[in-house]
């Protein structure tokens, strides 16, 4: 595995751990040279069997990244667990795949919201009316449940207005080339979500100077906005970063970018309806208001809906629409799903939201105290992300295999979406977990850890997390 180090660059990088992350788990470079191999152009079906793309497969398999990323995949054939299939799912989280019934603890919907019958509801009812899509780019035209979904994200957040895009990905690549241009600079946190790289990429292209930093403070950031004559400067970082769900120091960086007469842009997809009162998100809690940053959220997590936003005010949405081109040339969240985002605001706005959250916060504690109690090391913040300290990338696939035949799926976080070294197995918390799931994964983590010799500190009692 360590060869993977050689071919190490930023850009290729990000570009294979979304490979090793999302692509077919079971393809691998042997099966891929059989198909080339040919046969007729046509299967028993009367289907093409898509021969001629063979020349393409074959140059893109050639690819030192992409050929790297198959042996990677053949290598550890049916032990990463990467882009399996669920053939059943129920409330509580429970599926199954390839014929083994197993605990989910890979969601994203912390909530439990997507079984949520209100949720539903909004969905079914708004489908007779304004059908399953509006068939039009938004700069054109869109349902009224538009407006109304932006004005409800933004009565929930406390700000004058939001913008929705259909993803958080299609958020920060349509936003931050919108914000930072010819003459600006766009300060990027490494450890931000890879949509966020992408996004700045593009405003680069656009003519943004762009500066990379690693683990930022406010006295590194300061220099180099000191050192740098800029017109403007944008800095773009997570709230929550998706795989320790650790969140950085966004009040002194906040401070130190206005400082400098700029503004922070706040991926805060995990904070989403999780961190902050009423799940205003990281960026809410850390700084009390989200009126001098730009907060995205993400409503595909928490929310269990479709979709991405961005803070704003409707001056700025205006400006932003002419500037971002996902707007322009891109689709809309479906009008059901605009439906879901209002249902989910007025949840988020009542009293019962509270108790939806103590149930996901007792959850977050009873792995965090379990933890504790096993001695394992972990990461976690204020999100719903709870990541054990694995290390080697094979323990760390074998520790995520070993528990799935115990029954329990977590995701088994590996380089390059974590440190060569600093593999993760980690563990998404949902408010619709049993306490049972929950007491049967530790009691798996226990039996695993032991057998992988995973090492944990010497005195449990006093253990104190990697927060
Ligand atoms: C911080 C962050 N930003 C963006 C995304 C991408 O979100 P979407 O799937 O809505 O594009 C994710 C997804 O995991 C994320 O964690």
Redesign the pocket.
Known sequence: MSCLVFFYSPYETLWLGTTCMATAGQISVRKLMQRLMGGSRYDSNGSSTGEGLNPLVERLSDHKVTRLALSFLEANDGRHLKDIGLEDMTDDRRATYGGQSFWNFGS?SFLGLDRDPRVHAAIQDALPEWGSHNGASRAFSSPRLTDEAEAKLAQWLGVTDTFIF???????IGVLPAIAGKGDVLVVDRE?????HQGARLAAAGGARLEEVITPTAKCVSDLLQRIDAKAAVMAI?????MSGKSPHLVDLDATVRGHGGILYV????GTGVVGPQGRGAAYQALGSLSNILM?G????AFSC???FVTCTPDLKTILKIRSSTFIFGGPVPPPYLAAICAVCDIFMSPEYEMILKSLRERIQRVRLGLDALGLAYHCGDAAIVSVVVGDIEKTFDAGKKLFERGFYVQSATYPAVPINGGLLRIQVNANHSYDAIDGLLNALDDVTRELRISRQSKPDSVTSLT
Do not use: E, F, I, W
């Open positions: 994203d259909p993803s958080v990905t299609l958020t920060n931000s979500h890879d949509s966020v997570d709230g929550v970063y998706s991926d805060d997809a995990h995205v993400s409503l595909s997590k479709l979709g991405g």
